[in-house]
């Protein structure tokens, strides 16, 4: 950026004292113009200059952006991979639901998207909830039903801090969408954790995490070989990447739960509306082609003698 203002403060200082020295001769006014191409190319090579120098040192330089995966749910005509709904609900119920949470996540909500009705009430049944108050004023605990919310792993804020080294962990209801990178960030965030490079002091509690602003993240890798496996069944090996690809999707549904629904929609729109463009370019065409494209030349006629 500072060659950029020096290019520019070079030209105007410039052209200012050339316009100043000119004088009413032909032989000033020539030079006046010579003057203006000459400091006219050496502000905009200042310029060019500034905007190239000043986008690789202040455009966040030092920071590794998420590379675009070929997610196949992000394709024209195609939707969610149900199957990596599910297998990414269980990694966030074995992994991530120590410390994340959901304010707005219903059990109902994955009947006949990851689970049948009968599997969703039995995993909420294992839940407590607390209920009430009962006819003598009291709360009490029931078991969990497919209208309540999922469990949370703590009670409020305060201790939630309190159990993580003072770092809040964020609730993941729209974590995909409030993060610049969306799908792309949550997926290299989960794999980006190595050994921090030479030089580099990490404070106490902190970790190493290369896509992470500033690289330096209270969450520890919770992704690794061996943490879980999948249910019964499900012969898709549990490695790193794979756990973070089906989190990364689940929570991308979380974020978008009529992802599907608006696909299809824009299918049943998309193809009429088509249908409809083509009939009247064509109808354009054919019968209003005259109006519109051709010439119409008035000739005033001779006065009557």
């Known amino acids: 950026m500072a060659a950029c203002r020096l290019g520019r403060s070079a030209w105007k200082a410039g052209l200012g004292s050339l316009r100043q020295a000119s004088t009413s001769s032909s032989q000033a006014s020539q ?65 991530c639901s120590a410390c994340h949470g959901f304010d707005f996540l219903y059990w109902r909500q ?27 004023g009291a709360m009490f605990m029931r078991p969990g039903k497919p209208s309540d919310l999922l469990p949370k792993p703590y009670k409020n ?26 799908i ?9 954790y190595f050994d921090p490079p030479e030089g580099v002091d990490l404070a106490e509690g902190m970790h190493y995490n290369a896509y992470f602003h500033g690289h330096q993240i209270g969450m520890a890798k919770a992704l ?20 973070a690809k089906d989190v990364s999707i689940f929570l991308h549904w979380t974020a978008q739960k009529n992802y599907d629904k608006r696909a299809l929609w824009s299918v049943y729109f998309g ?28 000739t005033k006629l001779p006065r009557r003698k």
């Open 31 to 95: 030079g006046l113009k010579l003057g203006e191409k000459v400091y006219g190319s050496l502000g905009g090579a200042g310029l060019f200059a500034g905007l190239f120098i000043g986008g690789q040192v202040f455009a966040d330089s030092f920071e590794i952006h998420p590379t675009h995966l070929p997610w196949v749910h992000l394709r024209y005509f195609k939707s969610m991979d149900h199957a990596a709904i599910r297998r990414g609900f269980q990694v966030y119920q074995q992994v």
């Open 224 to 243: 690794y070989a061996g943490v879980m496996e999948y249910e019964e069944g499900d012969d898709t090996p549990a490695t790193t990447s794979q756990m």
């Open 271 to 298: 193809i009429p509306m088509a249908l409809m463009f083509v009939g009247a370019y064509i109808t354009q065409k054919r019968y209003y082609a005259k109006e519109f494209y051709t010439k119409v030349l008035y």
């Open 184 to 192: 792309d960030y949550i997926f290299s965030l989960l794999t980006g």
């Open 157 to 182: 804020d305060k201790e939630a801090r309190f159990a993580n080294n003072s770092a809040y962990p964020p609730p993941l209801d729209q974590i995909v969408r409030a993060r610049h990178g969306g």
């Open 110 to 136: 994955l009947v006949n998207v990851a689970y049948t009705e009968k599997e969703v009430k039995a995993m909420a049944a294992e839940t407590l909830v607390e209920d009430g108050p009962d006819d003598t």
